[in-house]
């Protein structure tokens, strides 16, 4: 399930070119209910050492000009954005708190929230989606130096094999069981039309991938790509994908 979140502010929406972290902590203060906040944001759904939020959310879409001197992002006349969890609790605090306030703090700008769209896609075992924000997939290794992180392009095996099992792990992490059904993958429409992002996370380089891509797998595991998130850190604001009409 995912809302569709539209902005309204005065003037222009200013934020850092790479404002994934602000928008997080926007999302995670529209929580509301500290208890579940703190639950979100501290612990998430655990199996062995792994845990994970469940939510992710894509880019801010709107008429916009960046700044490379300010290495600022304005956004004009309105703005909108995609929130998207496994956990309709989730959600529902996030639609609660937004429509009891008038405005909120967004980074350095004041905003309002001029409409919020809910959104409940039934997802087959085969879709063709378009990412709404980039797909991360690494893997950590230990060298001479310490640790090395490689993130994965999708025309690598690899990718499509780890996202699989990252899926089995979400999975397993909410529902305290492994899904009946655990076949998964994703392979690239358009080679041609892959890009990669660089995206800059309170000091840390992430790369993803933007593009069209075709899921195939068992209802348990399309609905966690799809509601949840496809790949790693979608909390972060990475792996949120729409179904192509």
């Given at each position: 399930m995912r809302l569709n979140i539209?902005?309204?502010f005065k003037k222009k929406l200013s934020l850092p070119i790479h404002y994934n972290n602000i928008l997080q902590a926007v999302?995670?203060?529209?929580?509301?209910?500290?208890?579940?906040?703190?639950?979100?944001?501290?612990?998430?759904?655990?199996?062995?050492?792994?845990?994970?939020?469940l939510f992710t959310f894509s880019k801010i879409y709107?008429?916009?000009?960046?700044?490379?001197?300010?290495?600022?992002?304005?956004?004009?006349?309105?703005?909108?954005?995609?929130?998207?969890?496994?956990?309709?609790?989730?959600?529902?605090?996030?639609?609660?708190?937004?429509?009891?306030?008038?405005?909120?703090?967004?980074?350095n700008n004041i905003v309002n929230?001029?409409?919020?769209?809910?959104?409940n896609n039934k997802?087959?075992?085969?879709?063709?989606?378009?990412?709404?924000?980039?797909i991360v997939m690494y893997s950590t290794?230990?060298?001479?130096?310490?640790?090395?992180?490689?993130?994965?392009?999708?025309?690598?095996?690899?990718?499509?094999?780890l996202i699989r099992k990252n899926l089995i792990h979400k999975y397993e992490a909410y529902y305290n069981k492994l899904p009946l059904r655990d076949d998964f993958s994703i392979s690239p429409i358009n080679k041609k039309g892959l890009k990669e992002r660089v995206v800059i996370y309170k000091d840390y380089?992430?790369?993803?991938?933007?593009?069209e891509f075709l899921l195939e797998g068992s209802e348990e595991?399309?609905?966690?790509?799809?509601?949840?998130?496809?790949?790693?850190?979608?909390?972060?604001?990475?792996?949120c994908v729409e179904i192509k009409k």
């Open positions: 539209n902005l309204g999302i995670l203060n529209w929580l509301g209910n500290e208890n579940y906040q703190k639950f979100i944001h501290d612990f998430g759904y655990k199996v062995g050492k792994r845990k994970y939020k709107g008429k916009f000009k960046i700044d490379r001197e300010r290495k600022t992002i304005d956004f004009f006349d309105n703005a909108h954005f995609t929130i998207s969890s496994l956990e309709n609790k989730f959600l529902s605090y996030l639609a609660t708190n937004v429509i009891e306030k008038d405005n909120f703090k967004f980074g929230v001029n409409s919020i769209e809910t959104v997802i087959s075992e085969r879709e063709e989606v378009y990412t709404k924000s980039p290794f230990k060298n001479y130096k310490g640790n090395k992180t490689y993130y994965y392009s999708p025309l690598e095996r690899e990718f499509s094999e380089v992430i790369k993803g991938w933007d593009g595991l399309m609905n966690i790509a799809y509601n949840a998130g496809i790949g790693s850190k979608n909390s972060q604001g990475f792996g």
